[in-house]
């Protein structure tokens, strides 16, 4: 990975991988882009960005080509509970955008990289300590689109000879871009309510159990997937991974460690049946092995931070 296309970098991971991407590879080689410009974003003003509909395919293939990049991120996609809300669009949107990166990785012979999720799993896959290879009939659309991508993604490495490379990421938890439109955004929103009111009124039922995992160990997991040898890797897309599983009585717990008249309360959500069907906790040891992924943050290391990063901003 030298010189790399990023789609969706403004959004939650994007903005982050897109700073450290700069930071690795230099500025010049990194072409953010992006469907919306937000022109004080970092993302933009940092470096190069372009505005890029994932769903013009001539247009990511020549921006691909005329910058000469080595590696494609695909990271544009609707997450699962707009999907929910408009699943026609999300098809169109999740699918389009991701035959157009494969397509353009095919095409120029690119490393490519596209995420998919624990959303890929549903009610009748085993929910704890789920294998990475194992039953996946997800109820969501969102899921339905992330299953596709990962079948997409092996496909276009045996038959296409494509460096498809893929995590199936966790709730990921950020300060600097928000996440829009998920289910896990709630371990999100409750830090910043934490702060604001300290009290959050949580959209996820006590008890509801969910995999995390914070940014910074996204992106590192990422960055090395990306770098790890070929060789090394008998699996290619959809690799478990995430740093903790918590339902929302333990991150309240960890928060009131730092805010300790902290409270929580519930209310009744649709986002409530999409966290049913997913596991209570994943199975990430192919990851270790294959590619040495290492996730550095726990629960209260990672709210230590997020508290403190929020207060600041
Ligand atoms: N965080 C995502 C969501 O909740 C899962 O991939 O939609």
């Known amino acids: 990975m030298k010189k790399v ?60 080509k005329e910058n000469g990049v080595d590696t494609i991120i695909h990271l544009a996609s609707l997450l699962s509970a707009v999907a929910e809300a408009k699943p026609q669009v999300a098809w169109h949107l999740n699918m389009g955008g991701l035959i157009n990166s494969l397509e353009t990785a095919r095409k120029l012979g690119l490393q490519h990289f596209s995420p998919s999720s624990i959303a890929a799993f549903g009610p009748s896959t085993p929910m704890d300590n789920t294998p990475q290879v194992t039953i996946q009939r997800p109820t969501t659309m969102y899921g339905v689109t992330k299953v596709a991508m990962e079948l997409l993604g092996d496909y276009y490495f045996t038959k296409f000879g494509v460096d498809t490379r893929g995590v199936r990421f966790p709730g990921l938890i950020s300060y600097k871009t928000l996440p829009g439109g998920g289910t896990t955004d709630y371990a999100v929103d409750i830090y910043i309510e934490a702060l604001k009111s ?92 294959q590619w040495g992924f290492h996730p550095k943050y726990d629960l209260d290391a990672m709210t230590k931070d997020m508290l403190k990063n929020l207060k600041k901003g």
């Open 5 to 64: 296309l990023i789609t969706g970098a403004l959004g939650q991971i994007g903005s982050e991988l897109t700073e450290r991407l700069r930071h690795n590879l230099g500025a010049d080689n990194v072409i953010a882009t992006d469907i919306r410009e937000i022109k004080d974003a970092p993302t933009v003003s940092g470096g190069r960005f372009e505005l890029l509909d994932v769903l013009d395919g001539e247009r990511m293939l020549s921006l691909a």
């Open 198 to 289: 300290g009290h959050y009124d949580s959209f996820i039922k006590a008890g509801t159990k969910m995999d995390m995992m914070y940014m910074p160990d996204a992106i590192d997991a990422i960055v090395d997937l990306l770098n790890a040898p070929a060789e090394n890797l008998k699996d290619r897309n959809a690799f478990n991974i995430t740093a903790m599983s918590f339902e929302p009585e333990e991150i309240a717990a960890s928060i009131r460690k730092e805010i300790p008249g902290f409270t929580i309360g519930y209310y009744d959500d649709p986002r409530q049946k999409i966290a049913d069907s997913w596991p209570n906790s994943i199975d990430a040891s192919e990851a270790k092995k």
